[in-house]
């Protein structure tokens, strides 16, 4: 086959044929095709789409190129969840454990953090001792003493993902929704999970801007997950402002514990219950309700026991930043905007996020939000704190956040936190 004509067939707004994406997708993985030739063609496909045949061929054919996880050993069902990613979306942390405290296994997959948007695999990671990078056994292993599992992706998995992703963050061919639902859903396939919860966000702070938009990737990867045997449900969830208070590594973490001890913000409350409950009904575990298992301490019990199977400590004091600024509030009123990109970039300038893949990031640097839109500031006092390892990277975090928050009279707009189910 050429990839000349595979290119030209997209860029003259063609179909390609599923002979066309096999020899594709596994020549581009053995090397034959060349990373200028894929940018070509994912460029092609970024403007002139794919149809649900196409995706589902493209998908298939990244999932065969490396191995297929199998939780088939395990005595109960497998069920997972995914973000398309947004600022302050430390929900996995207390998901994981949640579900399993009522009945499911979680073996999750999880990512690091690029740009504006946070990786659970950083935030963990602020935790003294705790591992990302576990062999297919050790996960069984963690799965079967804690009921969850989040660890990085190991390299035998969906390997043309991998490259094509990395390829498409530095040619301009990330927003595209036929790639966006066929890297993610190639990766979730892959791992072997029985049912799949997606929380598709919508926003400033993420991929989709609009709940349109949204809306047609939460379809496209609803579909491609049933046409593979899994059952898949998606939420379309606000990310036009941060979610909870905090925003950063060992930051969320704090958050999170605060969650599982029964307190924590209440949009993460309700995301993490409702996510749970989503992920139960997929997986056709029935029996504790979520709520209960955080006030019950179960799930508590379960985080724990997750964090020491990893090699963390979960008594062990997080790292801070070293130093902090206070943004006060700049007039007395209602906050009527507090936007989810302005935040997430200013904490990515404060350290806790990096600008390329090999960059370390900081524990302790992020932005605490003392309000939230909707509620009552008076002029003077906190609105929110930074946190840096160094002073000097105060002045590009407020340049960030300008013109990022206003204070009006009365409430502004803002997504209901759940804006639909697909
Ligand atoms: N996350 C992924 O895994 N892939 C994409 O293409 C976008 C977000």
């Avoid at 595979?6 to 020899?23: C, F, N, P, Y």
């Avoid at 297929?68 to 005595?75: E, F, H, P």
């Avoid at 966006?180 to 190639?186: D, G, K, T």
């Avoid at 049912?195 to 949204?214: C, I, N, P, Q, Y």
């Amino acid at each position: 086959m050429d990839v000349i004509e595979v290119i030209v067939a997209k860029r003259d707004g063609g179909e390609l044929t599923g002979a066309q994406i096999d020899w594709v997708i596994d020549a581009y993985t053995r090397g034959e095709v060349a990373d200028e030739q894929m940018a070509a063609l994912a460029m092609a496909i970024l403007l002139n789409g794919m149809n649900r045949r196409e995706i589902a061929g493209w998908t298939r054919a990244m999932i065969d190129s490396g191995e297929r996880m199998d939780w088939s050993a395990l005595d109960r069902p497998t069920a997972d969840k995914h973000s398309t990613g947004g600022v302050g979306d430390k929900i996995t942390l207390p998901l994981a454990p949640l579900v399993a405290a009522c009945g499911a296994y979680v073996p999750q997959l999880s990512g690091r953090g690029l740009g504006h948007t946070g990786g659970t695999l950083d935030k963990l990671e602020s935790i003294p001792g705790w591992r990302a990078s576990l062999s297919n056994d050790e996960m069984l292993g963690v799965l079967r003493e804690a009921g969850a599992v989040v660890c990085a992706a190991g390299s035998g998995l969906a390997p043309a993902d991998k490259k094509l992703y990395a390829l498409r963050d530095v040619t301009g061919t990330v927003e595209s929704i036929p790639l966006i639902a066929s890297s993610i859903m190639s990766k979730k396939i892959a791992e072997g999970t029985g049912s799949l919860v997606l929380d598709v966000k919508v926003g400033s702070g993420a991929f989709m801007k609009t709940s349109e938009r949204a809306r047609e990737l939460a379809e496209t990867m609803v579909a491609l997950g049933a046409d593979a045997g899994v059952r898949t449900v998606a939420l379309l969830t606000a990310m036009d402002r941060p979610l909870g208070l905090a925003v950063g590594n060992a930051l969320e973490v704090e958050e999170s514990v605060e969650v599982l001890a029964g307190g924590g913000p209440s949009d993460v409350v309700e995301l993490t219950v409702r996510l749970a409950r989503e992920m139960l009904e997929a997986a056709g575990v029935s029996g504790k309700d979520p709520a209960d298992a955080l006030r019950d301490g179960s799930a508590m019990d379960a985080w724990r026991r997750m964090i020491a199977a990893q090699g963390g400590d979960p008594d062990a004091p997080l790292p801070r930043a070293a130093e902090t600024l206070t943004v006060e509030a700049p007039s007395t009123g209602v906050l009527t905007r507090l936007d989810a990109y302005a935040v997430g970039l200013a904490a990515w300038r404060l350290g806790a996020g990096r600008a390329r893949k090999e960059d370390p990031v900081s524990a302790g640097a992020g932005v605490t939000l003392h309000a939230k839109p909707g509620d009552r500031v008076t002029r003077g006092e906190p609105l929110l704190t930074l946190h840096a390892d160094d002073a000097a990277r105060f002045e590009r975090a407020l340049a960030a956040l300008e013109g990022g928050y206003a204070v009006g009279e009365t409430a502004g707009d803002v997504l209901p936190l759940v804006i639909e189910r697909v």
